[in-house]
């Protein structure tokens, strides 16, 4: 008898213990699919739609239908859809920026407060150069990492959609069930019947519920991590892009003071000019180009020929006066007057910065889309994004060329050439010499239509590099630094 008594407490504790489980699971899970599971039918996401114009929206745009147009089993593709995305509303927020007058009349007080010597000016526009590539890296990562987050919550979200059919189930047998509860107590041996089989279906389902009441609340928790990191990247992103504004009316101002400084040479230089574009028209290609251009271009020729003498000093160098002079170069900062190269061009392996902020889209030697191998790399950068020298060089050739958009070239001595090409706009002229990280040109709002840049999934504006030397195409990869010149890993 006694124990008999004890077995009917025990079930019945059991029943009462796994419907309060139930309960609670029954609970947690409607509260949390209520609060954020999107609605069955025409769903839509929970957050509210994008303003770009606006720094508070800026982000990724998370939800069951964000990245609709990319399959779920290409996950890099629905990367690179998001990062677009947020380039897109990053663009259109930097385009209704204005700098206030105040800051305006702050930074053309710091230009009329230069030395406006050549050398003054050259370093400050290397020095706004370095700090605009600077910036303009930071909201390329920003870019990459809200694209990252609002792919992580469109996976949630359709997570959230995938199991709600199964809790929504689970939700309503428990419904049932509390509107038929089973005996608290045992009295008869149907009430007991009847608590058995209760205690069994709940034993059954319980565990379940409560794997998915954790899941679900652990899916909620990064949601919401997800979403404050995004919201403390936007700010941070945005606050780069003000500074990148200032960055760039800094740089117009310095150009502009660089110009009128040289409006005493204007003559010669409307002259070669006129004489390089003629030239550029009827050669048929870049060989043809620059052989011509050094040959019959006065400024050109002159700096070329001095570029050379320099190489022919270095050669008749001993090893020991060889090594003396790169050591000490090294050591000292370069001479901002020189008018030749301060190292030789072959010294300069895996020294050399990428010339814009961007990703590497194609390789020397890849397919370029036309049945040949690449004869450079393509890179993708940001709208607006300044070109700077990645190495001292002569400019060769500045100006529109064929299908390559608009081009710069170097001769960086020893027989190498760089090709640049794909600009919107182009700050230097032939004959001029340029050091290692002063602007040569911007880039424009959307990639240029070009034989380089052909077949790129990509809007986005591209700049082509290709190093030749002694008149062929090389691979630029031995002079890049460590981390520039790595192909995208969402191609």
């Known amino acids: 008898m006694i124990s008999h008594s004890f077995a009917r407490r025990r079930l019945a504790t059991r029943t009462l213990s796994c419907g309060a489980i139930a309960f609670i699971c029954a609970t947690t899970l409607s509260s949390a699919m209520a609060q954020q599971l999107p609605a069955p039918d025409n769903a839509v996401s929970t957050q509210p739609s994008i303003n770009p114009t606006s720094p508070n929206d800026i982000g990724p745009q998370a939800g069951p239908e964000a990245s609709s147009q990319t399959s779920p089993d290409d996950p890099a593709g629905a990367l690179r859809a998001k990062r677009e995305d947020v380039s897109r509303q990053l663009q259109d927020l930097s385009q209704s920026m204005q700098l206030s007058s105040e800051k305006s009349e702050e930074l053309r007080k710091s230009i009329d407060a230069l030395d406006k010597s050549s050398t003054s000016l050259r370093q400050a526009l290397i020095d706004s150069a370095a700090r605009r590539k600077d910036l303009e890296q930071k909201i390329a990562d920003g870019e990459k990492k809200l694209a990252d987050y609002g792919v992580r919550q469109d996976v949630i979200h359709k997570s959230f959609r995938a199991r709600r059919a199964v809790l929504a189930e689970v939700l309503g047998a428990l419904e049932r069930m509390g509107r038929n509860p089973p005996p608290a107590l045992l009295v008869t041996p149907e009430d007991a019947l009847g608590a058995v089989r209760t205690a069994i279906l709940l034993g059954a389902v319980v565990p379940g519920m409560r794997k998915e009441t954790e899941k679900l609340a652990d899916d909620l928790q990064e949601l919401t991590n997800l979403r404050k990191a995004s919201i403390d990247e936007r700010e941070k992103t ?188 182009v700050n230097v002229h032939a004959g001029q010499f340029v050091l290692s990280g002063e602007p040569i040109g911007a880039m424009g709002e959307k990639r240029v239509v070009s034989a380089a840049a052909f077949a790129l999934e990509t809007d986005r504006p591209t700049l082509y590099i290709e190093f030749r030397k002694d008149g062929n195409s090389v691979d630029s990869r031995p002079w890049w630094a460590k981390d520039a010149g790595k192909v995208r890993n969402d191609t």
């Open 238 to 425: 945005v606050a780069s892009l003000k500074s990148r504004q200032e960055e760039e009316s800094r740089m117009d101002m310095l150009l502009g003071e660089n110009a009128r400084l040289s409006q005493q040479n204007n003559a010669q230089l409307q002259e070669e000019l006129a004489r390089s574009q003629e030239l550029a028209q009827k050669s048929s290609s870049l060989q043809g180009l620059i052989g011509s251009l050094e040959n019959e271009i006065a400024s050109v020729r002159q700096a070329t020929d001095q570029a050379k003498l320099e190489e022919e000093k270095r050669r008749q160098m001993t090893d020991v006066q060889r090594e003396h002079a790169r050591l000490e170069a090294q050591s000292t900062p370069p001479d901002k007057n020189r008018i030749a190269p301060a190292f030789s061009f072959e010294e300069l392996k895996a020294k050399l910065e990428l010339p814009a902020v961007g990703d590497v889209l194609r390789q020397f030697g890849d397919p370029d889309g036309t049945g040949h191998e690449a004869k450079g790399i393509v890179l993708a950068t940001a709208p607006a994004a300044v070109v700077i020298a990645p190495a001292d060089g002569t400019v060769v050739y500045a100006g529109q060329f064929r299908s390559y958009g608009k081009m710069a070239i170097l001769n960086t001595g020893n027989g190498y050439h760089i090709v640049l090409s794909g600009m919107d706009r």
